[in-house]
């Protein structure tokens, strides 16, 4: 099914796009192309969705280090039609055990957030390989050594640099040329920044890889590797605290996934510190409007995808935290009878001054709302396998290209910098401050929606804090609206951002800010670069269409069989 032609004219105009064949047996979304062929070629080897993901994520850590990497986190839901099992899985990065809530200050203030950023100190213990791991062990159906084949293979041979990549370096080439591993992935001998089409190879990559698929995920953790990070962390200028024991000691969860009824569906998303909950949250908000009647472009979704979204940003900032470490009321934020009450706040009409937090289930502890700050990167995985298995996967070493950080040839997160730097305010706790083994709160919303006891929709987004509202904005275009995936992925982006509404520069989004500004929203035109990744199942009888988009903004692709 194409857009409707009112949407289709109204689509990022900068960027051309077209529907991907549909597939009739399964498909891998991944932000670059040689990823999602790797992924691809494990699935016609045999393999389930968990081993072309395994596959996917380490080919991303070689094209797309700017955004994920074995050096990271993630989290994961996956689906097993046979068991009837959705299992999340929850490979987020933790802090060190000697970590204190005054991390990120200094003289009692919060430090800059590009000096906290860059190097050892905003470093957190990686999980995405020890999530994979332990999914691979539940669900793998390869042998998890044949799962790095394709990334080692481009890792020695090299790759082109995409026109991203390029850009990435030469963006961020000051404190990349600082580190001497980036220097020697990302430069020319000369010193210059790789350009669009140089072949990159990345040989030390290749020997780490070589190292997993023989060790497992020990080869990050424990031995010579582990010692590597360790020292790069503790060493650099603006040291860190992780340890041997921190790496050594780190295990992923195996989660129960939060889901809700929206519409006809059922929307399933990881719990917290994932950006899951919020996303329910916001579509709960939704489900008291009909969308279904409105312009997909036009001022009152962006005004209802707005208000919605400065509601649950406010409970987002005072709630969301490790589960862990803090009591997260997520059942009294998605309470039917709460969300009901919080929605009375909304009106096309007129915007809401200045949302707060409210009182979940008459919550108790006293806890500040956390602060504005930063939060980048990520990558996005969408698969379905021919025996219905079907993966949604956001990974990330938060970014660009995380602390600046690289050792044997990956990247080293900047995760802790999802906390917040200020542990208390005006005397209150803040739920997200750093604790030594805690996790940071996290946008990353990995999303498998189910329609009648069957997955419908896998999506999810790259996108830093925006993740939350570009995977909102991908459920309702699909399910409400109706568009195709591709529409869906290239619908110019409206949503909030804490307390403002945000809508896309250079699209007919933009040209909506005028009529919400007279409604007293706050209003921000910027550029909106999602990475979103979507498949739609469609049934009729025992065959399958499985319909794939990857955000056009970025250099992703779909590919299926």
């Known amino acids: 099914m194409r857009a409707p032609l009112f ?65 990271g986190g993630a989290f994961m839901l996956h689906w097993n039609p046979a068991s009837r099992d959705l299992s999340g899985w929850d490979g987020r990065e933790t802090a060190p055990a000697a970590a204190q809530p005054d991390l990120f200050l200094r003289d009692r203030r919060p430090m800059p957030f590009a000096e906290a950023a860059m190097g050892g100190r905003s ?139 929206y519409r006809i569906n059922v929307v399933c998303a990881p719990p917290a510190p994932s950006g899951g909950p919020v996303v329910l949250q916001i579509l709960a908000l939704l489900g008291h409007f009909d969308l279904d009647v409105l312009d997909p ?34 059942p009294g934020l998605l309470d039917p009878a709460y969300v009901t009450q919080r929605a009375q706040a909304i009106s096309l009409d007129r915007a809401m001054t200045a949302p707060r937090a409210g009182n979940p289930r008459r919550y108790g502890p006293p806890l500040a709302s956390q602060p504005d700050q930063p939060e980048n990167g990520t990558s996005h995985i969408a698969v379905i396998d021919a025996a219905g298995r079907a993966l949604s996967m956001t990974t990330t070493v938060e970014g660009p290209f995380g602390a600046h950080l690289m050792v044997r040839g990956f990247v080293l997160n900047n995760q802790l910098t999802d906390f917040s730097f200020l542990p208390e305010v005006e005397g209150r706790p803040v739920a997200n401050r750093v604790s030594g083994g805690k996790r940071p709160r996290s946008s990353m919303s990995p999303v498998i929606a189910f329609r009648d006891g069957e997955v419908e929709l896998v999506t999810g987004s790259a996108g830093g804090a925006r993740i939350i509202g570009y995977v909102v904005q991908s459920i309702v275009a699909t399910l409400d609206w109706g568009l195709d995936p591709q529409a869906a992925a290239a619908l110019p982006h409206a949503g909030a951002l804490n307390a403002q509404i945000e809508l896309e520069q250079g699209t007919a989004a933009a040209s909506v800010a005028a009529t919400l500004i007279g409604r007293g929203a706050p209003v921000e035109t910027r550029e909106m670069n999602s990475g979103t990744g979507i498949i739609r199942v469609q049934r009729d009888g025992q065959s399958l269409r499985l319909i794939g988009a990857a955000d056009p903004r970025r250099e992703g692709v779909a590919l299926g069989d």
């Open 7 to 71: 949407v289709s004219m109204l689509l990022v105009p900068i960027l051309a796009w077209a529907q991907p064949e549909p597939a009739q047996r399964q498909m891998v979304v991944a932000p670059h192309p040689l990823a999602a062929e790797a992924g691809l070629a494990i699935l016609r080897a045999g393999g389930g969705a968990i081993d072309a993901a395994v596959a996917v994520q380490a080919v991303l850590t070689l094209v797309e280090p700017q955004a994920s990497g074995i050096g």
């Open 123 to 261: 470093v957190g213990v990686p999980g995405v390989m020890r999530m994979l791991e332990a999914a691979h062990r539940a669900h793998g159906q390869l042998a998890w050594a044949a799962l790095f084949a394709p990334a080692i293979r481009l890792a020695e041979e090299g790759f082109p640099v995409s026109p991203r990549l390029a850009r990435s370096i030469a963006l961020h080439a000051v404190p990349l040329r600082a580190d001497p591993g980036a220097r020697a992935a990302f430069f020319t001998p000369e010193g210059e920044p790789l350009p669009e089409g140089a072949t990159l190879r990345n040989p030390a990559l290749a020997e780490t890889l070589r190292a997993i698929a023989d060790q497992g995920a020990d080869a990050l953790h424990r031995g010579p590797i582990a010692t590597d990070i360790v020292n790069a962390i503790r060493r650099h200028a603006n040291p860190g605290l992780m340890t041997a024991d921190d790496l050594a000691g780190y295990e992923p969860r195996q989660v129960a996934a939060v889901c809700m009824p």
């Open 297 to 330: 472009a036009g001022a009152d979704a962006a005004m209802l995808l707005g208000e919605a979204g400065r509601l649950a940003f406010a409970d987002r900032n005072r709630y969301m935290a490790d589960p862990g470490f803090v009591a997260v009321p997520v």
